[in-house]
């Protein structure tokens, strides 16, 4: 399905490059549109960007963080 009308971008490639690491609406945009025109796709990728799992290395920082907590 298309996200964005002005660039043509899907939410499979939304969800590519958050896969790949991006972790902002900003960063998205910045891998596959450079920027927004219109701003109307902006909700759907911010809310696609909040409803992913964090990347493999914040997830391992997180878990650092809390194995260490107890100490
Ligand atoms: S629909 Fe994405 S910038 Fe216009």
Redesign the pocket.
Known sequence: MYV????GFTDSQVRQAVADGCRSVAAVYRCLADR??????VPHVRAMVKGAPPCARAAALLAGAAAGAGD
Not at 4 to 7: A, K, R, T
Not at 36 to 41: A, E, I, N, T
């Open positions: 964005c009308m002005c660039h927004p025109q219109c701003g109307k796709c």
